[in-house]
């Protein structure tokens, strides 16, 4: 026996705004997120651009006749730093004992580099 072919049921006003709001709100939530995502890649343009600018700035060191930037030489620092610990130990942690200074300069050395300041480095 075929099946047969049967018209739906009318969509009452009812329905049909309820499906207006729910693709509204939808909509609103996705533009939402879209200017967050784009505040979010304009902070972190804006913070490479900073960066680029303070490695350019930064001044050069002849030592044994190779010349070295002060950023070049700061950035190995942080990049070749061990731990003193078997277990590891927190890069911050290893930087603010290096560069003798508090947690939050240790941090945002880490982070300006581009290195994960709890990283566990090992001896």
């Known amino acids: 026996m075929p099946t047969e072919n049967k018209p739906a049921a009318p969509v009452t006003a009812a329905e049909e705004l309820d499906a ?3 693709w ?3 909509h609103t939530q996705a533009i ?3 200017d967050a995502l784009q505040l979010r890649l304009n902070a972190a343009d804006q ?4 960066l680029t600018s303070q490695q350019a700035e930064s ?3 002849t030592l044994s006749g190779c010349e070295f930037s002060e950023h070049e030489l700061i950035r190995t620092a942080v990049r070749m730093v061990t ?3 078997r277990r590891g130990t927190q890069r ?4 603010k004992d290096a560069f003798c200074c508090g947690s939050g300069v240790a941090h945002a050395l880490c982070r300006r580099f ?4 709890d990283e566990m480095v090992k001896p």
């Open 47 to 50: 913070r490479i651009d900073e």
């Open 20 to 22: 207006v709001l729910y």
């Open 92 to 95: 911050w942690v290893v930087m």
């Open 114 to 117: 581009g290195f994960d300041p």
């Open 59 to 61: 001044r050069v060191i």
């Open 32 to 34: 939402r997120e879209h």
């Open 83 to 85: 731990g003193t610990s």
């Open 24 to 26: 509204r709100d939808k």
